[in-house]
């Protein structure tokens, strides 16, 4: 029997190089993209570290032909693909009346038809191992967030096109997870695209007090082992999803509040 195999879209940083760790640990072969080379080679060289069975795939996820040759490179690297993390993604940070509509194509790019394209490419491989698929989302896919009116779209865009799909492959066997992280230390924020396209730079809020990247991968392994539908972490993003659920009206001046705290750089 070959080994159990995961793909790791964006496994280089963050969740993504968490979860690398993490499924390694459980006995996975990892295979992880990224589009930066240093990246990669780092995660590679943790991952080597780790005694763990690895491949290292230079790709941008949002481009159709690159995430199909991720996939058949880990195909043909271990034999089988048994999860598939549509992780990769990027933030924003700009009011939608400042932002270029570039800002707002590059996210439903990355974060949604990421996913739709890694998703196709892997589905027949994920159908023969009767596999799962998981989607990093976010608490923004549950409740729109200001200043990441495109982040939010594309992972409202995420979690309905994983709701469908679950049900569709429901008789195939094929598993299906939709993970939502809240605030998690990461790079994320510092990657943030800024009203103009160009990554903010730093992070606004202070990360050391988020949950970490660590602690939302072995949430995700756990997740998948028992073959969960959804995943909300943190306290803070449970509560949104609920209030937004049943009390929308006072969730909308909570969430703006929150907003204008971060845009005066007073939230810690
Ligand atoms: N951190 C949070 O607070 C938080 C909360 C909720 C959800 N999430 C979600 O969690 C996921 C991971 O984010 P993170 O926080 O771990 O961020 P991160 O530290 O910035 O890591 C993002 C990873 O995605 C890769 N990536 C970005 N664009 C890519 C592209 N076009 N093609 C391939 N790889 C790409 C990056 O590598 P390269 O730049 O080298 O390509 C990197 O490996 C994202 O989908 C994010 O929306 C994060």
Request: aromatic share 6%; charged share 20%; net charge positive.
């Amino acid at each position: 029997m070959s080994q159990k195999t995961v793909l790791i879209t964006g496994g280089t940083s963050g969740i993504g190089r968490a979860c690398a760790l993490a499924f390694g640990r459980a006995g996975y072969a990892v295979a992880v993209t990224g589009r930066d080379d240093a990246r990669l080679a780092a995660a590679a060289q943790a991952l080597a570290a780790a005694g763990i069975a690895h491949l290292a795939v230079q790709a941008d996820v949002g481009d159709e032909a690159a995430a199909a040759r991720a996939v058949e490179a880990t195909v043909a690297r271990f034999g089988r693909l048994d999860v598939l993390l549509n992780n990769a993604g990027i933030s924003m940070r700009a009011r939608f009346q400042d932002a270029d509509l570039a800002v707002i194509k590059r996210l439903m790019q990355t974060n949604f038809f990421g996913t739709v394209f890694t998703t196709k490419f892997a589905l027949p491989h994920l159908l023969a191992s009767k596999g799962s698929i998981v989607g990093i989302s976010s608490i923004a896919g549950y409740r729109g967030l200001p200043g990441r009116t495109g982040y939010s779209a594309s992972k409202f865009a995420m979690n309905g096109f994983l709701e469908a799909l679950r049900t569709e492959l429901l008789p195939q066997g094929v598993h299906v997870l939709t993970a939502a992280p809240g605030f998690t230390a990461s790079n994320i924020r510092a990657g943030a695209l800024a009203a103009d396209g160009a990554a903010q730079g730093e992070s606004p809020r202070d990360e050391g007090a988020m949950m970490s990247s660590e602690a939302v991968a072995d949430a995700i392994l756990r997740a998948v082992a028992a073959r969960r539908r959804t995943l909300v972490l943190t306290a803070q993003g449970k509560l949104t999803v609920f209030l937004n659920k049943w009390l929308p009206g006072l969730t909308d001046r909570l969430v703006l509040q929150h907003f204008q705290k971060e845009e005066a750089g007073e939230m810690q």
